[in-house]
């Protein structure tokens, strides 16, 4: 099982998030788990992780010099080893009818944070991605990946219900706009050895899943971790589903 000495996880302190960084805790091989949310102190999920290979990253996904920051306080700690694993797994879900009032703000807001965050997030962290992605040519996240978690409702052949069910037009076209920033990064990182690929988890028991969803955080997250070890430089630029198959675009 391939496995990254250091991953770090965006919107940690719960959820998917958090349920990747007990995760990555398990295993014996990860040397440092990084995750990052807005207020750290204020997140009594990451108090009671008391494994000395964790580290609790304050970092606000729309605030650049807060992303700065981070990547500066990350690059401390690593050094030349530089980052194997960058999780892009912050997000939000805003309700948007297309049959009510026009609203352009969370239409806005929403595409700001699942879409062009990620974004940002990935270019201030590339320099640490480069210099783990030199020290092998071996392809997979124990070199160098970027993971974007993306979402069923990204897909385009998949769609067949639009807004009828549940008002998520601006869901829907935020995670579309993340598949292509991830398989725009695919092309662009290939020489650089980098992994970049997207990952549908399932309708999870979370905030965002709700009650009645499907599965737990942590048949997500076990489902997850071993598809992610899989992958290697075939697997760049593609869509998958927690399991490992392709999920259509």
């Known amino acids: 099982m391939a496995v990254p000495q250091s991953v770090l996880i965006t919107g940690a302190n719960r959820g998917i998030g958090l349920g990747l960084v007990h995760a990555y805790l398990k295993l014996s091989g990860v040397k440092h788990v990084f995750g990052t949310a807005r207020d750290p102190a204020a997140a009594t999920e990451f108090a009671s992780i008391k494994d000395p290979r964790f580290h609790a990253l304050k970092m606000d996904v729309l605030c650049d010099e807060s992303v700065k920051k981070a990547a500066e306080e990350t690059t401390k700690i690593l050094g030349s080893d530089g980052l194997n694993l ?16 026009p609203d352009r703000k969370t239409l806005n807001k929403v595409i700001e944070v699942n879409a062009t965050s990620q974004l940002i997030v990935t270019q201030f962290f590339l320099p640490l991605l480069r210099k783990a992605a030199a020290s092998t040519s071996v392809w997979g996240i124990q070199r160098a990946a970027v993971i974007m978690m993306s979402s069923g409702a990204a897909s385009i052949v998949d769609n067949t219900s639009g807004s009828k069910f549940i008002p998520a037009v601006a869901y829907r076209m935020s995670k579309a706009a993340l598949n292509q920033l991830m398989k725009t990064l695919a092309v662009d990182f290939e020489p650089h050895g980098i992994l970049v690929a997207s990952i549908a988890p399932g309708h999870v028991a979370t905030d965002m899943g709700g009650k009645n969803a499907d599965i737990t955080v942590d048949e ?30």
């Not at 960058?86 to 009032?101: M, P, Q």
């Not at 489902?223 to 593609?238: P, Q, V």
């Open 86 to 101: 960058l999780i892009n797994n912050s997000g939000i879900f805003e309700k948007y009818d297309v049959l009510e009032t």
């Open 220 to 249: 997500s997250c076990s489902a997850m971790l071993d598809t992610f070890s899989k992958w290697k430089k075939e697997h760049s630029g593609g869509f998958f589903r927690r399991n490992g198959d392709p999920f259509p675009f």
